[in-house]
């Protein structure tokens, strides 16, 4: 598809979470203090104490999904979104599976993110080496309220290397509620998106309309658009929370039809 080789081009990669520290908001398996005498790799704290100003922001990543990157520099601090409803319990963890050998990571949890967009920095979960090597594994993760919360994974000499996140619910009631009329119509910024795709691949192409329909309407263009719309950061739609799954099943349907068939005969 047409589509699909345009799109290789302007996506870039994306990943997952995990951590460990005291708080009312979130509890884990792994003791507090485990490696309290070891030197963290972690983002310094902004002047205006929203932790993600001082990371590269890759995007949300949705429960039960996985992401490969890489580091840029050394230190690094690369950071990720996912959101969860009260009372989740979510496994976090940079798999040996897509990770470079010999790299050593630090995973950080925190969040949820609040009214005015701020993460905060507190610390909720952190971890160093209990995934494989020296990579990092939050096991056990109990997030008490639901929003939005901030996965980073850091590395000191990681510059060029890859790794890979990954994130699971383990309680199976993680994925955040979300208003059903949300996903009643189809969202104006991915509508428009479908449109200007239609447009510019018949133009480009000077394939029919009803052709060009069926070039931006597949798998991988709903995958595309979605995440453009929901990877806007503070301007990202509230059915965005609702994660990319949600948004196939309930909203796509709706953004897909009619084709434009009857207005090229």
């Known amino acids: 598809m047409f589509r699909k080789r345009w799109q290789a081009c302007l996506l870039m990669p994306v990943l997952v979470m995990g951590g460990c520290g005291p708080s009312p908001e979130a509890s884990q398996t792994a003791s507090v203090d485990e490696g309290a005498q070891q ?39 690369l950071s990720f979104g996912f959101n969860v409803r009260a009372g989740a319990q979510v496994k ?35 971890d160093d080496d209990a995934g494989h090597g020296q990579l990092s594994k939050v096991a056990a993760l109990a997030l008490s309220r639901g929003g939005e919360y901030l996965a980073v994974v850091s590395a000191d000499g990681g510059a060029g290397k890859q790794f890979r996140l990954q994130l699971d619910c383990i309680n199976g009631a993680c994925a955040p509620e979300v208003d059903a009329a949300l996903y009643a ?49 503070d301007t990202s739609p509230a059915w965005c929370q609702g994660g990319e799954t949600q948004f196939l099943q309930r909203m796509w349907p709706e953004c897909q039809g009619p084709s434009p068939r009857d207005d090229v005969r």
């Not at 798999?95 to 995973?107: A, E, F, K, Q, W």
């Not at 967009?117 to 952190?126: D, E």
């Open 39 to 77: 030197e963290w790799v972690a983002p310094p704290t902004p002047v205006n104490g929203n932790i993600v100003d001082s990371t590269a922001y890759m995007g949300r990543v949705e429960l039960g999904g996985a992401v490969q990157t890489r580091f840029t520099a050394g230190p690094g601090h």
């Open 92 to 126: 976090l963890e940079v798999t040996h599976l897509g990770s470079n050998p010999h790299l050593d990571t630090h995973l950080l949890v925190y969040g949820p993110r609040q009214a005015d967009g701020s993460y905060g920095s507190a610390v909720l979960a952190r």
């Open 185 to 233: 119509a189809c969202d104006v910024g991915v509508a428009s998106r479908i449109e200007a795709c239609i447009q510019s691949t018949a133009e480009w192409y000077g394939v029919a309309l009803a052709d060009a329909y069926d070039t931006c309407t597949g798998p991988d263009d709903a995958h595309a658009f979605y995440r453009e719309v929901c990877n806007a950061g």
